[in-house]
């Protein structure tokens, strides 16, 4: 991972050696524009690096620096692969994209968080306490979790893809989704709540029934119980399996919308299928990033606010290998 300084004396990263070689090749950088590892402390020329085309790492032996290219500004452009049908997207990005790695997400997210603590760690507490205050509001607090989740949640992918690829990022960015996509977010919430929740009553809804039939006969919870037959179990099993695979599938969705300008629906189709593809690979980053997450529960319980960033890097490092991979 390296970190680029632009003409504005700003840094720009860590980012990978491939997203550097773009850089350059969108004339966003060039040989004399300084670099450094993230494990490093002196800067040096992009050129004196042999990841770049340097014979080693001596900078003696690179000319000297001219001033130092303008840093990139703005997202990479929308690749022709994410137009059309969502079949045909997926299937576009599916060719292109590598085995996910997830403890290259992990080890990514984690030198994101060092070099970034303060930003990330702040805007992350502001925009979690903004959702549990309207969370709290009567009403609109109920109104929010079908609505408004994926909007913060937008807003806040927006802010971390934009420090990841070395852009400017200011706090009001970390609320792009009422702004850049606040309707289609919105719907992508409703959607994503409302088949979950039918997925859960196809499964669960006979054994609801007959819970409440049997209380209304007995007037008496204990009594019920029974109810739990085989086929019931059965019926829970499959619907918490439906339940854990559509929320994993689609857990890039407002990604997808907030970034790539995609429909909802659509962005929840491409999400499922090239989720699908590398399901576990998948699964194993949220996981692996719920568990960091929850590392700050070991101290104080305010201590996972620190931790909850790695969560969000290691999902949006896999998003940014699942649907922006290289060229073919």
């Known amino acids: 991972m390296f970190t680029i300084l632009g003409a504005d004396g700003k840094e720009y990263g860590p980012v990978t050696a491939g997203k550097v070689i773009e850089w350059m090749q969108g004339g966003r950088a060039n040989a004399q524009t300084k670099i450094k590892r993230v494990d490093a402390t002196e800067w040096i020329t992009i050129g004196a690096l042999p990841e770049f085309g340097g014979s080693d790492g001596n900078q003696s032996a690179v000319p000297p620096a001219l001033p130092p290219a303008a840093a990139p500004a703005s997202a990479p452009a929308v690749p022709a692969s994410l137009t059309g049908s969502a079949g045909d997207i997926a299937a576009g990005l599916n060719a292109r994209a590598a085995p996910l790695e997830v403890f290259g997400c992990l080890g990514r997210s984690f030198d994101l968080w060092k070099s970034n603590f303060l930003p990330l760690v702040g805007v992350t507490l502001l925009i979690l306490l903004v959702q549990m205050v309207v969370s709290l509001i009567p009403f609109l607090g109920t109104l929010s979790g079908f609505f408004l989740n994926g909007v913060f949640t937008g807003g806040l992918y927006y802010y971390y893809l934009g420090i990841m690829r070395g852009e400017h990022r200011a706090v009001g ?16 919430t409703l959607l994503t709540s409302i088949l979950i929740i039918a997925v859960l009553l196809v499964f669960l809804g006979p054994l609801f029934l007959s819970l409440v039939k049997a209380m209304m006969l007995s007037g008496r919870v204990v009594d019920s119980l029974p109810a739990l037959s085989p086929l019931a179990l059965g019926g829970i099993f499959l619907g918490c399996i439906a339940m854990l695979y559509l929320s994993i599938s689609w857990v890039f969705t407002f990604a997808l919308v907030i970034d790539q300008g995609l429909g909802p629906w659509t962005a929840m189709e491409v999400s499922r299928r090239v989720v699908t593809r590398q399901w576990f690979r998948v699964f194993f980053v949220m996981l692996l990033g719920v568990i960091l997450a929850m590392l700050g529960l070991i101290g104080l319980f305010i201590g996972v606010f620190f931790t ?18 290289p060229a073919a």
């Open 173 to 188: 960015d970390a609320f792009a989704g009422f702004s850049r996509a606040f309707v289609p977010l919105m719907l992508a």
């Open 308 to 325: 909850i960033p790695l969560m969000f890097g290691a999902v949006l490092y896999a998003y940014e290998d699942l649907f922006n991979p």
